[in-house]
């Protein structure tokens, strides 16, 4: 190489060497100049720049950017010149007090106050005003309030300290005037109309919200739109909205977009499964996917499919699965192929509670399906949730899962929203020979810990009664119940069947899970009894006038399939219970079982068929004692007073032997369907009582009653109420009626 080349490189060395010396400084001093309420030291440590450091210039950019981001100054300068910083601040003024005027509501205030970035105490820059003024108005916006005005004032006091004043002005709220759907009309505005959440204002709807514009509510629309297509076999719906369209200054019109495009069908559907599955547990799919073959494609249907694979996987082969669905459309037919893999199994790392600042966590721990350490699945935690939902404490329960950072395991949030557990509740019942009142106080969550107590009386014309209950469902954080209750009755029916009787006692059980969704309980039951007769009643119930002490033992078997123990929509539940005399003169031997299933009848609808039976007899052919007779409750044969049919000795009312019912309600959706909070439901009943231990010929075994009638449930503003009219189809001479009922409740 020419050395003159050599020497040229040379010196560009030597020359960015000493440029990059030439930049850079030893800090020796660091001066703050210009702040009031931050310290130099706090400021110094800001700025991540410290006496004795070496720092090149082009680091001071660096600094600026690090002390402008503690949002505490409005303007920084920094010099450096002969190893001194010189670091020169402007600070923001600092926010004494925020107020909010024009609004009374507290909700709204407290609302807008937790988007708010403008807070007390905090810097205040002029910047983040327009940024808040914007946020107001689209918080006012989803709540339906589009004509309100925000003006925000500032009032600078000493000291850089400012007072920040919010000025609203709601004005009124917007109604939704019309809602219009246009495109593809292929279902009634009408229908759709119930499909969606939002509604046309009305002037009696007094306290629905949904009849307000809502940007929120809007896009829910979209989406609940989208969805009611896609299970109606639109596989290709498209759904756009606008609203638009201001009808006057306090209206608008509600304007729906929809593209349905062509209705696609399920066709050929298979399943793939791991070569070590056994293929038999999942026979019952084939006869799911023939059933579908042919039908509307339903995105539901896809969903059941997915979950049915879970629990089959679960229960059946033990095993973690990752199961997914390949859609293959050609034309107007659908192919499906679900595939299921095998994964490696995830555990449960911690399980986090939030929102209980009452119930006590270890109560919300024994309602879970699992614990931390154990395997994870999605269906243990839906079924945790529905029994947080069914114990009756909680307004909501609400889950997060997340992936843990440092493994597979499954990190838990629960977050649980509690409601007021205590309850005063009064009943009434109207029929043609009497009436019925009664009061009592409930507690589902004493102290904390998710026990109930429950103290009740009731008073009608021919009876007083007393009880006093408690049921700890998780008996030292275990997963059996303990309860205990005390009962004191006193029934004057000398008038109905010839005879008097006061009872008083006390039973005492446990229950728990014995197998899955199969709950087996266990109890005794011990009571005193009186029996006095008058002269109308007949010699065989004049015989068992006198005193008795009867003590049983308890068994009950409840195998429970519902979806949801509250406001239950899918499933069944199967009870039985039988009694086991241990001390008693007539040795009676009582049968109870009752079975009730839910299904949908149609979209919106919950119905329920329910078969009842019971069964009283002696162990030692006496004559069961009158009290243990059984009388059909009035719930279960509506239209009818209880005890008031079936077989009787002259003119008394004497119960049988045996009874069954059947019955079926479902509810009835699209009527009263603009008040969120009323249902509907229309019933029929029938039923049977019969059997006469001491006389055949008083039987009436042939005898069915029957009965239809509307029901109506109001979550009312005191509290739940129901009403039932009822009108008997089939029944005997003799029989006493009751057309109206109804019962009502008040929490606090």
């Known amino acids: 190489m020419p050395r003159v080349y050599i020497n040229i490189f040379l010196f560009n060395i030597i020359f960015l060497l000493f440029c990059s010396i030439s930049y850079s400084e030893i800090i020796k001093k660091i001066e703050v100049l210009g702040n009031q309420r931050v310290s130099k030291e706090t400021i110094k440590i800001f700025s991540s720049i410290s006496e004795g450091q070496n720092v090149e210039k082009e680091q001071i950019n660096s600094i600026l950017k690090s002390l402008y981001e503690t949002s505490f100054f409005e303007d920084v300068e920094i010099n450096l010149k002969n190893n001194i910083l010189t670091i020169r601040v402007i600070e923001l003024p600092i926010i004494q007090n925020v107020f909010f005027e024009g609004v009374k509501s507290s909700k709204i205030i407290k609302l807008i106050k937790s988007q708010n970035v403008i807070k007390e105490k905090s810097s205040f820059d002029k910047k983040i005003i327009k940024y808040e003024k914007e946020k107001i108005q689209n918080i006012l916006k989803d709540l339906g309030y589009y004509s309100s005005t925000t003006n925000i004032y500032i009032e600078k006091l000493e000291n850089k300290v400012v007072n920040i004043t919010f000025d609203i002005n709601l004005g009124k709220k917007t109604k939704i005037k019309k809602i219009t759907f246009i495109g593809n009309k292929i279902f009634k505005d009408s229908k759709l109309k119930r499909i969606i959440a939002s ?370 929509t899918d499933g069944f539940r199967s009870y039985y219970s039988i009694d086991l005399p241990i001390i008693s003169e007539s040795n009676t031997l009582q049968n109870y079982y009752q079975i009730t299933h839910y299904f949908d009848l149609y979209e919106k609808n919950t119905s329920s068929l329910g078969l009842y039976v019971e069964a009283a007899n002696s162990l030692s052919n006496d004559d069961i004692k009158l009290s243990e007779r059984i009388n059909i409750p009035s719930s279960k044969l509506r239209g009818f007073e209880s005890g008031r049919i079936g077989p009787k000795d002259g003119d008394d009312y004497i119960g049988g032997n045996y009874a069954y019912s059947v019955n079926f309600s479902s509810t009835l959706p699209y009527i009263l369907e603009e008040s969120q909070n009323v249902d509907v439901l229309f019933f029929v009943d029938a039923a049977n009582l019969w059997g006469v231990d001491y006389d055949s010929s008083l039987s009436d075994s042939g005898s069915i009653r029957s009965a239809t009638g509307i029901a109506l449930d109001w979550f009312s503003p005191i509290g739940p109420m129901s009403f039932s009219l009822a009108y008997p189809i089939t029944k005997e001479n003799g029989d006493k009626t009751e057309s109206f009922r109804f019962n009502l409740g008040t929490s606090f």
């Open 199 to 568: 509604e046309e204002y009305k002037f009696w709807k007094i306290i629905s919200g949904k009849k307000y514009l809502n940007k929120s509510l809007v896009a829910l629309d979209s989406r609940l739109l989208k969805n009611f297509y896609l299970n109606n076999g639109y596989y290709n719906v498209e759904i756009n909205y606008s609203f638009a369209k201001l009808i006057n200054k306090d209206e608008f019109e509600l304007i729906f977009n929809i593209n349905a495009n062509e209705k696609v069908l399920f066709g050929e559907i298979n399943l793939n499964l791991p070569p070590d599955f056994n293929k038999d547990n999942f026979n019952i799919l084939n006869k799911i996917f023939d059933d579908l073959t042919g039908k509307p494609y339903s995105i539901n249907s896809i969903n059941k499919i997915l979950e049915e694979i879970d629990k089959i996987t679960l229960i059946d082969e033990y095993k973690f699965i990752n199961a997914s669905v390949v859609e293959k459309i050609e034309k107007n037919s659908l192919d499906l192929e679900f595939n299921i893999k095998e994964t490696e199994k995830k555990y449960v790392d911690k399980i986090n509670i939030f929102g209980n600042s009452i119930t006590n966590e270890n109560v919300i721990r024994n309602q879970l399906e699992f614990s931390e350490g154990d395997p994870f699945t999605d269906i243990l935690v839906s079924k945790s949730v529905n029994n947080l939902k069914s114990i009756g404490i909680f307004k909501k329960v609400d889950y997060e899962i997340l992936d843990n950072q440092n493994d597979d395991s499954k990190i838990i949030n629960l977050n649980v929203s509690e409601k007021a557990t205590g309850e005063i509740f009064a009943s009434a019942g109207v029929g043609t020979d009497g009436s019925t009142i009664g009061f009592g106080i409930k507690e589902r969550n004493f102290l904390g810990d998710g026990i109930n107590l429950n103290t009740s009386i009731s008073v009608s014309t021919n009876s007083l009664k007393g009880n006093f209950s408690v049921i700890n469902p998780n008996y030292k954080n275990s997963d059996k119940s303990l309860r205990f209750s005390l009962e004191a009755t006193e029934i004057d029916n000398y008038n109905l069947f010839g005879y008097k009787t006061n009872k008083t006692g006390f039973t005492v059980g446990t229950d728990y899970e014995f197998l899955n969704n199969l709950f087996l309980g266990l109890g005794t039951t011990n009571f005193y009894e009186k029996i006095e007769t008058n002269d109308t009643a007949s010699e065989r119930q004049q015989s068992q006038e006198g005193d008795y002490w009867d003590s049983f033992i308890n068994l009950d078997f409840d195998y429970d399939k519902r979806n949801q123990k509250f406001q239950t």
